[in-house]
């Protein structure tokens, strides 16, 4: 079966400095894996997307992922933050091919610091 | 073009009561589904359609949840009688084909139930 696990419940930045939110994943087969971000009050919105191809992934807002087969891990990235990406991050795997649903993390808080 | 619609997107009712909440997917998009967020629980997968036929309903908690998709442009999820342990976020979401893992789900902005 599929897993996903975001290890940081909670993780506090100042503004402008730069962000990993980490990702682990467990599947047999090659992923499909998603990042989504929540706004307060507001549904999920996808970030980006690895299929296949390029391991470094980028998305919008100014995020990145690393697809790391290795480490079974698809770290997100950001540069420099802003405090409107003060919001909860979701990271989901689905498998390839199969027409079963994603499978989510439990989120990361992020609050954005002055 | 518009997104997933939900509603109500805020409803609060006594306990006993029966609830329903609605969604239209995303024109075109063949597969549809229902998850409830707590913080406890964070996002479960109630249910879901393909091409108005439910496929995969082993996350509906109990009988007292129910989820009809009559045509593709329509859904609701509902709970009867209700009680406060449903009380949770309840997201509709879309994608296009039949395989929905290979496919960017769209998320509605959500429903928010209280039972009191």
């Known amino acids: 079966a599929q897993s996903v696990t975001q290890p940081d419940i909670h993780i506090t930045v100042s503004e402008g400095a730069s962000l990993e939110l980490r990702c ?23 970030l980006l997307k690895y299929f296949s191809g390029d391991t470094l992934v980028q ?4 995020f990145e992922a690393e697809f790391k087969r290795s480490q079974s891990s698809f770290n997100l990235r950001k540069p420099s933050v802003h ?8 990271c989901a795997v ?3 091919g199969s027409a079963r649903q994603l499978t989510f993390g439990s989120g990361t808080q992020l609050t954005v610091l002055p | 073009d518009a997104g997933v619609i939900q ?14 909440l609605r969604c239209k997917p995303i024109s075109g998009h063949n597969s549809l589904f229902w998850y409830r967020q707590t913080m406890m629980r964070g996002l ?13 309903d082993s996350g509906m908690p109990e009988d007292r949840f129910s989820a009809k998709m009559p045509n593709a442009s329509f859904s609701t999820l509902k709970i009867q009688p209700s009680e406060p342990r449903d009380s949770a976020v309840y997201f509709c979401a879309s994608t296009p084909g039949a395989k929905p893992s290979g496919n960017t789900i769209y998320f509605g902005e959500g429903s928010w139930l209280t039972v009191v």
Do not use: C
Not at chain 2, 7 to 20: A, N
């Open chain 1, 59 to 62: 998305g919008i807002k100014g």
């Open chain 1, 83 to 90: 405090w409107s990406d003060a919001a909860e991050y979701f």
């Open chain 2, 44 to 56: 479960e997968l109630l249910i879901y359609f393909n091409n108005n036929v439910p496929i995969d």
């Open chain 2, 7 to 20: 509603s109500p997107r805020h409803e609060v009712t006594e306990m006993g009561q029966e609830v329903t």
């Open chain 1, 24 to 46: 682990n994943y467990s599947y047999g087969a090659t992923p499909y894996l998603f990042w989504y971000v929540q706004s307060p009050g507001q549904g999920l919105q996808l």
């Open chain 1, 94 to 96: 689905g498998a390839a």
